[in-house]
């Protein structure tokens, strides 16, 4: 929701709306580009990650081409330097399941899978970072530990 004016305490519900019951969810997480308000990424905690970049008119899914169906996203991190350059924090805390990180250097139309854990395990990303001096080195908070990538998450 988007406030409806300056110094107004009145929201407008912005979306997304109409959406099939695989691509409903629960935000939990949500990233604002500092240089244009209209484009938003909001992260759920089943239906993957979502994008507009007209202020909520019109909202797309752009998780669900890595074809998996039920992926929550719950962070996001954006290089501060290149803006098409996007790192995900997957899983979902209901049946604690997730499957690592995900990065986009194209602007999600496509993902690579930079963080992998044995899915038995069962780990959950829960916070990603990336340092604003070195966006190359990006810390991610996973179970009890921290990790840390010096390389923009190819090792």
């Not at 992260?43 to 909520?56: A, D, I």
């Not at 979902?92 to 250097?105: A, P």
């Not at 190359?136 to 190819?154: C, E, F, P, Q, W």
């Amino acid at each position: 929701m988007l406030p409806s004016g300056n110094n107004s305490n009145t929201w407008n519900f912005v979306g997304p709306k109409n959406l099939s019951s695989h691509n409903q969810g629960i935000i939990v997480s949500l990233y604002i580009d500092p240089n244009n308000i209209n484009n938003v990424l909001a992260g759920t905690n089943n239906s993957g990650l979502f994008r507009t970049t007209n202020g909520g008119q019109t909202w797309e899914n752009v998780t669900d081409i890595i074809g998996l169906p039920g992926l929550g996203v719950n962070d996001i991190a954006v290089n501060p330097n290149n803006p098409s350059e996007i790192y995900i924090a997957t899983g979902n805390s209901l049946n604690n399941y997730g499957l690592g990180i995900f990065k986009t250097t194209d602007n999600c139309n496509s993902w690579q899978q930079v963080l992998s854990f044995n899915p038995n395990e069962r780990i959950l990303v829960r916070r990603l970072l990336i340092d604003s001096e070195n966006p190359s080195i990006i810390y991610a908070l996973a179970k009890k530990y921290v990790y840390r990538t010096k390389d923009a998450g190819n090792s």
